[in-house]
């Protein structure tokens, strides 16, 4: 079955780095689109960037882009979110996605998520 | 970058049907397919209905999914215990350079 596994999360302070890794199994990794997706503590979920099978196509929500990059291993079945110059507002789980093109972009499994925490 | 609206709570008691809305806009709902995520307190999303109105296989009958112009229904019929979750609405939107717009969410509580 489908496993979605993030890791890499914890407590940074304000303006530091973080990297988050998902490892993905039970289907053919190097097929799919994948994602990040955040949600903040009480608060809903918010997008934060796509990749496509290939790491050819990248897209990024504007509170994230030029902080955070996404990349792939397709070798590794990994995804990756590299976060730089972290701010308080990026405190959030943050959750690794597969996405179905077909279904407009939309994550259709989700792992259960790594907490990133920005605090001093 | 917008967000899709949603009530903030919508409830009901066992057996009742519940419906929450979703209004976007031309960029969004009006041009993509629109799915719906149900997440369980403590727990991550889970895909309900996607491309409008089609339910994932384990996904039982009473949760379906509408959507007309730039607006999309959730409707829940014969409502149980075990719905007791947060529902948003989402689809990719086609402005600037392109996103993935999830909406505001909505509470369900079964009374």
């Known amino acids: 079955q489908v496993q979605l596994v993030e890791s890499g999360g914890g407590l940074v302070k304000p303006g530091g780095s973080l990297r988050l890794s998902c490892a993905a199994s039970?289907?053919?990794?190097?097929?799919?689109?994948m994602s990040w997706i955040r949600q903040a503590p009480g608060k809903g979920l918010e997008w934060v960037s796509y990749?496509?099978?290939?790491?050819?196509?990248?897209y990024y929500a504007d509170s994230v882009k030029g902080r955070f990059t996404i990349s792939r291993d397709n070798a590794k079945n990994s995804l990756y979110l590299q976060m730089n110059s972290l701010r308080a507002e990026d405190t959030a789980v943050y959750y690794c996605a597969r996405v179905q093109y077909s279904y407009g972009y939309g994550p259709d499994y989700w792992g259960q998520g790594t907490l990133v925490t920005v605090s001093s | 970058q917008s967000v899709l609206t949603q009530p903030p709570s919508a409830s009901g008691t066992p057996g009742q049907r519940v419906t929450i809305s979703c209004s976007g806009s031309s960029s969004n709902i009006g041009s993509n397919t629109v799915n719906w995520y149900q997440q369980l307190p403590g727990t991550a999303p889970k895909l309900l209905i996607y491309?409008?109105?089609q339910r994932p296989s384990g996904v039982p009958d009473r949760f379906s999914g509408s959507k007309s112009g730039t607006s999309a229904s959730l409707a829940i019929s014969g409502l149980q215990s075990e719905d007791e979750a947060d529902y948003y609405c989402a689809a990719w939107d086609d402005s600037l350079n392109g996103y993935y717009v999830f909406g505001t969410g909505t509470k369900v509580t079964v009374l």
């Open positions: 039970g289907f053919t990794f190097s097929d799919y689109y």
């Open positions: 491309s409008n109105n």
């Open positions: 990749i496509s099978s290939s790491g050819s196509t990248i």
